[in-house]
C-alpha cells in the first residue's frame, strides 16, 4: 500500500470528545512497549509520525491519524504497565474500554502482543473480553526480528493454543517486525480486504 498522505489530527483523553467521521478506522492496542506506535510507524513508513520510546508508557490518550484522506488509524495507550499510578492505569483503563465499546467505525483492533514471552495473562484475558464483545479484531505479533524462526513458531502456537482453549475460532493472526517491515503487506492486504469494495 502506498501511504501518500499521513496526516496527525490529534490526541484525546475521551472519545466522546473525538471528532465523529464515518472514515474505516484501524486501532492498535497491546502492553505497553510491545510496539504499537512503531508498528503505525512502519505501516505507514513515516518515522515519527507516532511517537516512540523506549521506556513504556510513551502514548498516553487516544492519537489519531489519517492515510490517503481515506482511512484512520488510532495509537491507544498500552494496558498493563505496572509503573503507572493505579489512578493513570484506571484512567488509561476507561480510555481504552469507551473507545472500544463506542467508536462506530472502528473496522478493527489490532492487538498486539509481544512473541519474544510466552503468553501473558493480561493479553489473554483483554483479547477474550474483546472476544465476548464482539470487537472485530486481529492479532499481531510484534518484533519477530528478535526471534529465530522456530522460537517464533513455538511462541506463536502458545498463543493460538491458550486462546483455543476458550475459543472455537482464532482471529486473524500476523506477525511482525518494525525493524525487518516484516508483515507490512500482509497486514496492508487485511486492511484493504475490510474496506467496502
Ligand atoms: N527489535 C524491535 N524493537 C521494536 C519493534 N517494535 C518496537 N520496538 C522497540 O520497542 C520499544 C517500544 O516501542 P513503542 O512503539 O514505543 O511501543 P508502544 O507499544 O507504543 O509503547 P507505549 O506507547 O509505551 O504503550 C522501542 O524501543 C522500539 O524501538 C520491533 O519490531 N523490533
Ligand atoms: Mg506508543
Known sequence: MEINTAEYIGSWQKNADMPHTEKPEFAFIGRSNVGKSSLINMLT???GLAKTSS???KTQSINLFLLNKQ???VDLP????AKVSKDQREVFGKMIKYYLRDRMNLFCLFVLVDLRIKPQ???LSFINECGENGIPMALIGTKADKLKPAELAENKS?????LLEV???LPPFFISSAETKEGREEIWSFIKGTLPK
Do not use: K, L, S, V
Not at 498500552?78 to 504497565?81: D, T
Not at 502458545?158 to 491458550?162: P, T, V
Open 158 to 162: 502458545a498463543i493460538e493454543n491458550a
Open 121 to 123: 495473562a493480561i493479553d
Open 45 to 47: 513508513q513515516r518515522n
Open 55 to 57: 521506556t513504556p508508557g
Open 71 to 73: 482511512i484512520q488509524f
Open 167 to 169: 475459543w472455537d475460532e
Open 78 to 81: 498500552g494496558y498493563g504497565y
